[in-house]
């Protein structure tokens, strides 16, 4: 009888370890595939830009709103549109929704991702825009970024910023001029005349986030 | 005149078959295209074996939505194991070796590998094919080439938000999947598919 109990309890025991130790193994997983909703309000972030300043989302306070986009330098499908990256801050900066580039990416699993080959990229391409590290990858878990590229449009009303568009920059990453549906461009038009975003979110190949070992 | 033809066509296949093998010390990559040749699917035009231009066509198979739709949506009672993938996906060519494995070990079962390649189209010839030769690679290779992914990625699975690579392993007569967004190992990939050959 006492060994029945003892047995009953070392199983109990097995078992809440083992509840424990999926739970544990379940979150992180959760925390990548969740993140921001439409609507949602965003959390301040602070990161380092490539010119070595620290940029958050707050310092945007007197915009209209913000085209966050999650890339990288190492994807391909992330450079097939880093023009187009620089052609939406042309346009849409000086009309208040300038671009903030984030890169999510692990250095240490892709070297071409190190903050200074960013800085490199950054040089050579001209960016007009902020090019973010997200060392610790905590911005891309919170916006619930899976790959690159991945566009986040937000709205600033009085200082908060909600989500408004989620997606891909438009429909051909191929080749610009096959683009028919320009998704970031028609979703910040309608924005900045006032109307609601139509197309709201979008899917797209990318190059996966890798996440580092939690 | 009909039995004239076949027998044409016998003899004519024979002698393709017996130069390749020739060939085949020769150079072990005519090997590997004799047999992605052999995996041409039924009802489609079968290159000669001769003409390289052919060949190198059928190493790398472009295709358009329709045809993997089809495949999803099939009747055939064959366990279909798609993998997503690109040439420059780091991760993605790292699992390669297991689909080869798997298609090695699972010859006798019903169940058919397919390479989906996200490249470019236009990378085809410089760098998809090159790519499958150098890897060796025995399983169809697909190069979806439909750039306005938005359309057809929840198709593959509601789940899926792009990222590569994927792997849907599904049976469709038996309406019974499963999808994975990440990389796989051989024994995942062994155990997965084992809920779908051994029922």
Known sequence: MKNGIKLMYRNV???????????????PFQLSAQGYQLGDAVANFRLKNVDGSMISLSDYASKKGVIVVFTCNHCPFARAYEDRIGSLDG???????????INPSDPVAYEDDTFEQMQERARAK???YPYLADATQAVAHDFGATR????????NQGGKFSVQYIGTVDDNPQDP??????YVDDAVSNLLAGKPVVITTTKAIGCAIKWKDI | MKKLLTVCLMLFTLAGYSQSTVSTSEDSLV???????????????????QDSALVEKTLVKEVKWPTLDTLLHTESDTTYILNFWATWCRPCVAELPHFEELNKNYARHKVRIILVSMDFVRDIEDRVIPFVKRMKLDNTVWLLNEPDANSWIEKVDTSWSGALPATLILNPSRTKRAFFEKALDYDTLVRELSYFTEY
């Not at chain 1, 025991?13 to 424990?20: G, M, T």
């Not at chain 2, 090997?31 to 074996?49: C, I, M, W, Y």
């Open chain 2, 31 to 49: 090997a590997l295209e004799t047999d992605s040749l052999a995996k041409v699917p039924a009802g489609q035009p079968t290159p000669n074996g």
């Open chain 1, 13 to 27: 025991r097995v078992a809440l370890s083992l509840l424990v130790g999926l739970t544990s193994l379940v979150l």
């Open chain 1, 126 to 128: 001209n960016y007009t």
């Open chain 1, 148 to 155: 690159t590229p991945h566009v986040f449009v937000l709205k």
């Open chain 1, 177 to 182: 001029a096959g683009v028919t549906k320009r």
């Open chain 1, 91 to 101: 346009k849409f900066a000086p009309q208040g929704y300038p671009v903030v580039a």
